[in-house]
C-alpha cells in the first residue's frame, strides 16, 4: 500500500466493495468489511496534525486509531450513497470530521470523540445509542471537566504558542462540559456486549484526568463474541483483538469503560 496513492487505494476499496456487493448490505457491515481490508495497515500516530494552515488531510497508506474509523465511517457512507469518486470521498471525510463539514482553521476539526460524535448526531451521520442500548441504571456519566487539551496544550502544535486557538478551544471545551455524557464500564461489558451491532464505532473511555476518549475503534462479531477493529499503537498496524473487547479492556488500568455510537443508513 505504501507505495500507492491515496486516490489509488480509494478506488481499490470501492472495486472492493462493487466485487462484493456491498452496497446493498446493512452500514455496519459495510463498515466491517472496510475495516477488515485495513487490516497490516501500519499506524501512524498524529497524523492529523500540522503546523501549516487547516487543511483535509488525506491518508490512507498510514492511519491512526481516529483516521481509521473515519474512513470506515466515509467509505461506507460513499458506497452506500453510489457516490465513488475520490472527490466524493475528500467531500465525505470533510463533512465527517470537521464541525459542520466546515474547513475553517484548526479549532473547525473535532478533536474530542464526544464532540465529534455529537456532532455527527446533528449532521445526521449517526446517532450516540449507549444510553439506549445499555439500559440508564446501567451507565455512568463521563467525568467533568474535560480540558485535557487546553491543559496540556504544549502537546498541541496548534495550541503551543497560539492564544487564539486555545481561546476557541476553551469555550468547546466549556460547551462539551454543558452536556453529559455516559458510558458503560468495563467490568459490565461482557453482560451487555450482545447490545452493541456488528459495525458500531466503540469509544473507549479513561481515567486520565481531563480527557473523554482515549482510543477509537469498529465492533466486530466473531462467534458471537465482541471484538474490536482499532490501530492500536506505534509500531503496530490495524487489527481485530484475538480476544474478546471486555478482555482486551481488563488489561489496561487507565480504560475504563465504553460509548458506542450507530452509524446511519443513508
Known sequence: MQDLTDEQICKMKFDFAVAQSLAGKPIGDVMVEIGKSFIGTDYLAHSLEDEAEEKLVVNLRALDCVTFYENCVTLARCIKMKKTTFEDYMAQLQFLRYREGKI?????????????????????IMKVVTKDIFGEKNVVEIPKPINFMTKHRESY?????????LKIIKQQEDVINARKDYFLPKGNVHMYADKVNHGDLIGITTNITGMDIAHTGVAVKIDGK??????PITGSKVQITEKPLHD????????TGII???????
Open 104 to 124: 475553517d482553521g484548526y479549532t473547525s476539526r473535532l478533536h474530542y470523540t464526544s464532540d465529534y460524535w455529537f456532532n455527527g448526531e446533528k449532521k445526521g
Open 157 to 165: 502544535k496548534n495550541l503551543a504558542t497560539d492564544d487564539d486557538n
Open 226 to 231: 465482541l471484538h474490536f477493529m482499532h490501530a
Open 248 to 255: 482486551y479492556l481488563a488489561k489496561n488500568s487507565k480504560q
Open 260 to 266: 458506542v455510537a450507530r452509524v446511519n443508513e443513508v
